[in-house]
């Protein structure tokens, strides 16, 4: 099974900085890597698809990119609506395996 | 407007059965891959089951292979999941996901005597 390892596990940031969340891939998924957002008691929301690309509707201060086997979300000038739990996910091939998360939150 | 309702959680017994539906509408199911994706209180995600959109494949995570169906009726725009030989550690909220794109709103299912 292809493992995801996530970090940080917890994210103290301020409104309006620049954070970074990585996921690592344990062996190539391509760009079959998609973001999630989700707040308390709320179903996950889809923000990046394909490893760059902003889902409908999500605000351009979220970004994603890749380097090699490496995964990044990025969210410039945090605001408060910002604040939840980050997950990636690689669907590459089945098992689909998410990361552990990552709980971005006010400092 | 994509809307995926799931129904038929509860509290069930240690080795009883509960079946899943999640109600689809707002697009042509049938052009779709379907998942069921669940989450253990205060756990992370976890992909359970995913069936192609003609129904013809499926494919299932390890601890649940033998006991989990996943199953889909184009004709009704519904997705299940039938669940058998139920363990404590099947406890979760359940989601129905349309390829992780669109999701519902979960529906709980525990698992104790």
């Known amino acids: 099974d292809i493992q995801m390892t996530q970090s940080p596990s917890s994210l103290p940031a301020s409104l309006g900085d620049r954070v970074t969340i990585t996921c690592r891939a344990s062996?190539?998924?391509?760009?079959?890597l998609r973001w999630f957002q989700q707040k308390p008691g709320k179903s996950p929301r889809l923000m990046i698809y394909g490893a760059t690309n902003l889902a409908a509707g999500v605000p351009s201060r979220f970004s994603g990119s890749r380097s090699g086997s490496d995964y990044s979300l990025t969210i410039n000038s945090l605001e408060s609506e910002d604040m939840a739990i980050y997950y990636c996910l690689q669907h590459n091939e089945y098992p689909l395996t998410f990361g552990s998360g990552t709980k971005l939150e006010i400092k | 407007e994509v809307q995926l309702v799931e129904s038929g959680g509860g509290l069930v017994q240690p080795g009883r059965s509960l079946k899943l539906s999640c109600a689809a509408s707002?697009?042509?199911?049938?052009?779709?891959?379907m998942a069921w994706v669940r989450q253990a209180p205060t756990k992370g995600l976890e992909w359970v089951a995913s069936?192609?959109?003609?129904?013809?494949?499926?494919y299932y995570r390890d601890s649940v292979k033998g006991r989990f169906t996943i199953s889909r009726d184009n004709a009704k725009s519904t997705l299940y999941l039938q669940m058998d030989s139920l363990r404590s550690e099947d406890t979760a909220t359940y989601y129905c996901t349309r390829v992780t794109d669109y999701w519902g709103q979960g529906v709980m299912v525990t698992v104790s005597s």
């Open positions: 069936i192609t959109n003609s129904g013809g494949s499926t």
């Open positions: 707002g697009f042509t199911f049938s052009n779709y891959y």
């Open positions: 062996q190539d998924i391509g760009n079959y």
